[in-house]
């Protein structure tokens, strides 16, 4: 499977991405309970790591609001994903719980800093792109409630994340596509580990690539696109 972040490296020379494909899944939507322990561990390593800073001082936060200005996003409603879940956390709240795999990913990225997404590997179609949007990209919003239009597809100029049939996350980091969510039926998954200038993107991966072998059986193989190698294949 091939991944390109090539169409970005001008404009934003300090991104860079971990690559992981995750395979022989064995996924469970109950959170089990040595998981939850240590899901509450991260949250309150969060509160006190951050505690009393205002959260455009937190470091990962700081760099993905930096890249958002770069292609116009201002709003303060359209925030990185690390971002929300820090903000979460210092609220009070807990992770979400969605299913072991994205619960540990969402705890990754507390404790790393890094935006984290993935994408059920055979609900997608590769080669995908970091990239600009463009004119004919479709986007069904996993976030819409319910009864409303998922179909929001992305602004001129912005960035996505995209196979070769639609948007698979818009905004970057920002929402993700109901087409290609994880469930408990994923038995592949495509992991993307998203760096702006800050943190190391490296033991991230490797922290992730570990929790998901012992958690979710998983077989990982992980690549890494930055601007001076912006095409990678892996896998098949």
């Not at 998922?150 to 196979?163: I, M, R, S, T, Y």
């Not at 993700?176 to 943190?199: E, F, K």
Request: charged share 25%; net charge negative; proline share 6%.
């Amino acid at each position: 499977m091939q991944l390109t972040i090539a169409e970005l490296t001008e404009r934003f020379p300090d991104f860079r991405v971990a690559v992981l494909i995750a395979e022989d899944l064995a996924i469970v939507e109950a959170r089990p309970g040595p998981l939850d322990t240590a899901i509450l561990a991260s949250e309150a390593a969060c509160r006190n790591r951050h505690q009393g800073m205002e959260l455009s001082a937190i470091p990962g936060v700081a760099a993905w609001r930096s890249a958002y200005k770069g292609f116009g996003i201002k709003k303060t409603s359209y925030r990185s994903s690390v971002e929300r879940l820090i903000k979460r956390v210092l609220a009070g709240d807990r992770l979400p719980t969605i299913n072991s795999f994205v619960d540990i990913y969402n705890t990754i990225s507390l404790q790393h800093g890094f935006c984290i997404g993935a994408d059920d590997l055979d609900k997608i179609a590769p080669p995908v792109a970091f990239r600009y949007a463009r004119p004919s990209d479709s986007f069904l919003d996993m976030g819409a409630e319910a009864g409303d239009d998922p179909n929001d597809p992305p602004k001129d100029g912005e960035v996505v994340l995209a196979d070769a049939r639609h948007v698979l996350c818009r905004r970057w980091n920002w929402r993700q596509d109901m087409r290609s969510a994880l469930t408990p039926a994923t038995r592949r998954a495509l992991v993307t580990v998203q760096a702006n200038g800050w943190g190391d993107l490296e033991e991230a991966a490797n922290h992730l690539s570990g929790w998901l072998a012992s958690d979710c059986g998983a077989r990982i193989t992980i690549a890494y696109a930055d601007r001076n190698n912006p095409t990678i294949t892996l896998g098949e």
